[in-house]
Each structure stands twice: as structure tokens, then as C-alpha cells.
């Protein structure tokens, strides 16, 4: 199934035969399994063994640390650290960006730009070199960066809208909370038909979008939003698109967190989970720009 989400084009996201492929994967079964499967053959003929075995089940499950694969837990808990790296950054971002207001009165888009490139061109060393090894210090970067992007770009729009951080934060914890909700419910799986569906309507949208900055930047569309600043029987349409975007988004989760369950079922390294945080830190930045643009746009044309 082809995914969205560079990151998870990794073969430890992908089937089984794939997963075949990809550097440091399991070759026989677990030692666990194996245990289980002698222990049970041989325990009516020696009483140490069963007593070896009425031991292993008593003893705690081994977690990631232990077998050295891939779990949701482990990669959850890296996907936090991740985002507290961007929250740090990001707070240094607004405050780099805001300093000139008081000389100038107008904030610098520096860290909008610095973080924009930074973490453009982190993620495609990250995606492009992640196949042959995992290097977290790389994602580490790039969560500092994109915290400098969402910090700068979070500024310059709260001084024009106040009070629209809060809206977008809440939106995409709404969002994000919502489809994690539905998809470790089952109500809301990854299909082959919506999948293409999605794909579809992401190619039409980088479309939309080069033709839209194209516009704007040749000054045949003056106003600031571009394309998405006029509007259709009185609805903006930035609103309009948007909200597909948003739809998206949240689809692109739905396949990230389905490529995390997996790469744990492939017993990928565990190292693995920091690509899997790397790949929910772009999806859930790109619904909190979207939502932020979509508030801004709704208020602006108010």
C-alpha cells in the first residue's frame, strides 16, 4: 500500500515479505517463543524445568529495553520526547521573534525561515538515509527546528489574531486525539480504496497549492491568502479546502499509526520508534499549520 508519509516508506513499515529486507531484522523466532515451546515438550520429564517455567510466566513481560524491538509504548514515549524538544524550541522561537516589537514594532520572520529550511532539509536526510541506518540525533534536529518554524510563524500570527494559538492548539488536539481514539477503538482502519483515495486528493492539492504561490508571487492574485482568500456563495474558500485538508491529516495519522502497529508486529529494532516519532511530529505540525491558516482566514474575512 503506498503511504503518504515519506517516513514510513521504510520496509520495516511495510508487509512481512518487505519487512525481509530491512537492516537488523529478527531472523529466527524469539528466544521467548522458543522457550515456551521447549519448556512445555519437557515439562512432565524434568521437575527443574517446570519449575524454570512456572518462573518465566511469573516473571514481567520484557519490554522494548529487553528484546531491543520495536513497541508502541516505547515508540509513544519517544514521540513525547520529540515533541518536548519542539515545545522547548519553539517557545525560544516566539521569543526571537517578538524581540524587535518594541524597537521597530514589527516582529522578524527569522525563525520562521531558519526553521522552515532547517527542518525541510533534516527531514530529507532523515528519510533518505533512514533506510540503511536510524540516526536520532538527526530527528532531534529536526524537532528543534520545526519548534523554531511553529514558535515563529505562531507569533507572527497571534500579534495579528489574538488569542489564535489557543484555537489551533485545541483544534489539533481535538483532531488528534479524536482519530487515536477511533483507531485504537477499531471504528477507523487504513484501506487499500481510501488510501488511493487520499492520495488522489493530496496530489490535487500540492497542485492547487504550487499554482496558488505561483500566483501570488507573479502579483496576478493580490490578495494575501491568494486563492484561498475568495470566496464561494459567501464562504471562504481557504475555509472550504481546508477542512479537506484537515480530513487529510487526519487520514495521514490513521496511516502513520497503522505503519507504528506495523513495524512492531515485524519486530523491527527499536531504534525504529524514532522514525515513527519523526513520522507523527510532520503529520501533526502539518494539521497545526492547516488549522491555524483556516482560523486565520475565517477571522480575517470577519
Do not use: C
Amino acid at each position: 500500500m503506498a503511504l503518504n508519509n515519506p517516513a514510513f516508506n521504510n520496509p520495516a513499515f511495510q508487509d512481512s515479505k518487505a519487512a525481509q529486507t530491512y537492516p537488523g531484522r529478527p531472523g529466527l523466532q524469539p528466544p521467548a517463543a522458543q522457550t515456551q515451546t521447549a519448556s512445555a515438550q519437557h515439562a512432565g520429564t524434568d521437575a527443574a524445568a517446570q519449575a524454570q517455567l512456572e518462573g518465566m510466566y511469573a516473571a514481567p513481560a520484557a519490554g522494548a529495553v529487553d528484546t531491543d524491538r520495536m513497541t508502541v509504548e516505547d515508540t509513544i514515549w519517544k514521540t513525547v520526547g520529540l515533541f518536548a524538544i519542539l515545545l522547548v524550541t519553539a517557545v525560544g522561537g516566539w521569543i526571537w521573534t517578538m524581540a524587535p516589537v518594541a524597537e521597530t514594532g514589527q516582529p522578524t520572520l527569522m525563525p520562521w525561515i531558519v526553521g522552515m529550511l532547517g527542518g525541510l532539509v533534516l527531514s530529507l536526510v532523515v528519510i533518505f538515509t533512514s533506510r540503511k541506518k536510524i540516526r536520532p540525533a538527526l530527528i532531534f534536529g529536526y524537532a528543534a527546528f520545526e519548534g523554531l518554524f511553529v514558535g515563529g510563524i505562531s507569533a507572527y500570527f497571534e500579534m495579528i489574531w489574538e488569542g489564535i494559538v489557543l484555537q489551533a492548539t485545541l483544534g489539533t488536539l481535538s483532531v488528534v486525539g479524536v482519530t487515536l481514539a477511533l483507531f485504537a477503538s477499531g471504528k477507523i482502519r487504513a484501506s487499500k480504496k481510501a488510501t488511493k483515495v487520499f492520495m488522489i486528493a493530496m496530489v490535487g492539492y500540492l497542485v492547487f497549492s504550487l499554482l496558488n504561490l505561483v500566483l501570488m508571487w507573479t502579483g496576478i492574485n493580490t490578495n494575501p491568502w491568494g486563492l484561498l482568500g475568495g470566496t464561494i456563495a459567501g464562504i471562504p474558500i481557504g475555509l472550504l479546502i481546508g477542512v479537506l485538508v484537515v480530513i487529510m491529516a487526519a487520514y495521514s495519522l490513521v496511516l502513520d499509526f497503522d505503519s507504528i502497529q506495523r513495524g512492531v508486529r515485524n519486530g523491527a529494532p527499536r531504534q525504529y520508534g524514532w522514525l515513527g516519532g519523526f513520522g507523527i511530529m510532520v503529520t501533526v505540525v502539518w494539521l497545526y499549520i492547516e488549522i491555524l491558516r483556516i482560523i486565520a482566514i475565517v477571522r480575517g474575512s470577519n
